[in-house]
């Protein structure tokens, strides 16, 4: 019987800062036994469970491709127990790793389609991996147009600051990065709220056009009727939830809205099935 | 099934030989109730009581346990990496005299921790050891309606053996192997006499007789989920009067939702199991402040939500409750789960009403 509780041992390879204000920093974990890296095989929107023996454990979104080969990241904003003891930590230090765990992007529904990605704030971890993992030559040719709408409240609050650039280059992605504001006069990409960059930017909602939204939930509350107001149904608006995990099997008991739990049967949930539930997150 | 025949004075006899093969859980007295406990030598469960204030199932699921362990020093070939405990001891156990609603607590409880992507290893390996010799029951308490929730007095679908009360002897089901092993182990073999089968029968009819609170439970399935969520009719009576004091939960043999703590001890870390209750704010909190079920109602409504409305949806066998009514009598203030059932399998969304039942 493999028991669920165990993580999977690593060490820290690299820490970096991705913000000004320093709250978050991406740490890159190498696997003590090379084997545990085919037992973790994940897809794009999938989390684990960061333990840190003698502290306790926390639920974070995958922030490496499953295209990125041999190390994990996880981008983590410091902000309780775990957080902030992890943040003080150094390159070298072991702890673990559980997972992967709950559901990913719908990627085999996606397929031959449209995907436009909303993100705001430091929610955009699990939104790096799928855009490297779309961006990948074996897949690229599996998605038509993509479209990136990124926002932070200033260029120091953007993460991946030089991942953005380099896709801001690109011709096959419609990248369009954003900033509540800045006092930087060649700042060169929009200034503006989120929702109103996509009303700008975004394609119209078809039936061939998905939109993966992951933010604060007061940006999350005014993108959704632009969106409504562009065309997409609620099928095609596919969302990922955050709630207090422990267990991150569907067994503790804490993380559910209604009779499905965020960690198992999400954190991928389209706004039709969310529509469905109680609002209890 | 094979039904045999134990005096009152080989009963004794027996328990005493089951201590070299198993560790022996028993009703006993502490203060003005009775608990479940581990039964020294010599010591002999009691029969003669109601019920347990709360459930036995911490003998399958403790309400503090370490699941996992490690090592805080650096040389140590463990450090800071977690494994099982070195010293799990699944021993042979029973549990003697445990009630048939308790007993069938279990295979729901256990549709929680065996599921087909994950199995708790620590659940499974204690139910498996694990061997129920129920008593049915002849004087259920005025909160019992274990008839209406899936379960009886004489119910021995989830019993290894099942004895029933004739006077100065013990009628003995042997249901499964478990209990043929325990019943051998004990020395019980003795044939009944002609007619213990129709003996039985006649008790259990009437045992059921006497329990005549219930619950109705036959319309929560085609109840909406959203609209039984919104029937505020129903919630915020009972939230108000609720202190969020979590005793139902403890007392509950189908309440299984548990928190996960790190502790170290001297060079050693534990990462600890316990018990934990929907009914407390933390339960949900999350880091940044942000509370899903921020309001006492909000807690309350996910307790009842949770055992006749997503458990009935998510596995349609029935409410998560086997009617022991430890919850009703407990409870301080008086909230009582038939009532608020009654209320949701009968709540009109379209006047907003219930067809309210007395409790």
């Known amino acids: ?281 | 099934m094979k039904v045999i025949k134990i005096d009152k004075n080989e009963w004794a006899d027996g328990v005493e030989k089951l201590h070299d093969n198993y560790r022996l859980i028993g009703a006993v007295r502490e203060k003005s109730y009775h608990i479940f406990a581990t039964l020294k030598p010599g010591q002999k469960p009691e029969m003669e009581y109601v019920n347990s204030r709360i459930s036995p199932k911490y003998v399958i699921y403790p309400q503090s346990e370490i699941i996992l362990e490690c090592s805080m020093d650096e040389n140590d070939e463990d450090y800071k990496v977690y494994h099982e405990p070195g010293d799990k001891n699944y021993e042979e156990k029973a549990v003697l005299g445990v009630r048939p609603c308790d007993a069938d607590s279990l295979p729901l409880v256990r549709r929680n921790f065996d599921t087909d992507e994950y199995k708790d290893p620590y659940w499974l390996q204690a139910f498996e050891t694990t061997t129920l010799v129920g008593l049915a029951c002849d004087a259920p308490c005025p909160s019992c309606f274990c008839t209406s929730a899936g379960s009886g007095p004489y119910n021995d679908q989830n019993l290894d053996i099942m004895l029933v009360d004739n006077g100065d002897h013990y009628l003995a089901e042997i249901l499964t192997d478990k209990g043929e092993k325990l019943a051998g182990a004990a020395g019980w073999d003795k044939d009944t006499e002609q007619g213990a089968e129709d003996s039985i029968e006649k008790r259990k009819t009437g045992a059921e007789s006497k329990i005549t609170s219930k619950v109705n439970t036959d319309n929560l399935a085609n109840q909406s989920l959203l609209d039984l969520y919104d029937a505020t009719i129903i919630w915020e009576k009972a939230a108000f009067a609720c202190i969020n004091c979590g005793t139902c939960t403890y007392a509950c043999p189908t309440c299984w939702c548990f928190d996960v703590q790190d502790e170290v001890h001297g060079r050693q870390s534990y990462r600890i199991r316990n018990w934990d209750s929907c009914m407390y704010p933390l339960f949900t909190h999350h880091a940044s402040g942000h509370n899903p079920r921020g309001t006492k109602l909000d807690r309350l409504r996910q307790r009842f939500m949770h055992k006749l409305k997503y458990y009935v949806d998510k596995y349609e066998d029935g409410i998560q409750c086997t009617g022991c009514g430890r919850c009703v009598s407990l409870c301080p203030v008086n909230i009582d789960i038939r009532r608020i059932c009654n209320m949701m399998n009968s709540y009109d969304p379209e006047s907003c009403t219930c067809e309210v039942t007395a409790s």
């Open chain 1, 1 to 281: 019987m493999e028991n669920p509780y165990i993580p999977y041992p690593v060490r820290i390879d690299e820490i970096k800062t991705e913000t000004e204000d320093k709250s978050l920093k991406t740490f890159k974990f190498v696997f003590l036994n090379p084997e545990d890296e085919e037992k973790f095989a994940y897809r794009a929107g999938q989390f684990a469970e960061l333990s840190i023996p003698g502290l306790g454990e926390i639920p974070i979104g995958i922030a490496s491709s499953p295209t990125e080969k041999g190390f994990v990241k996880f981008t983590v904003f410091k902000t309780g127990k775990v957080t902030s003891y992890l943040h003080s930590m150094k390159e070298g230090d072991i702890m673990g790793i559980r997972g992967p765990l709950g559901n990913w992007y719908p990627w085999d529904m996606l397929e031959g389609k449209n995907v436009v990605i909303i993100g705001g704030g430091f929610a955009f971890t699990t939104l790096r991996s799928s855009i490297i993992y779309m961006l990948d030559p074996e897949n690229r040719k599996k998605f038509k147009d993509i479209h990136v709408i990124y926002g932070a409240r200033s260029p120091g609050m953007l993460l991946y600051k030089d991942e953005l650039e380099a896709w801001a280059g690109l011709d096959d992605l419609n990248m369009h990065i954003t900033v509540d504001g800045t006092d930087d006069p060649d700042w060169p990409h929009h200034t503006g709220f989120v929702p109103t960059i996509t009303e700008q930017e975004a394609p119209s909602g078809t039936e061939d056009t998905y939109a993966i939204v992951c933010g604060p939930p007061i940006m999350i509350k005014f993108t959704q009727p632009v969106l409504d107001k562009l065309g997409y149904t609620e099928d095609r608006i596919i969302m990922s939830l955050e709630n207090r995990m422990k267990c991150g099997i569907g067994m503790c008991g804490r993380c559910n809205i209604g009779k499905e739990f965020v960690c198992k049967d999400g954190p991928v949930f389209t706004l039709k099935q969310l529509n469905q539930t109680p609002k209890e997150y």
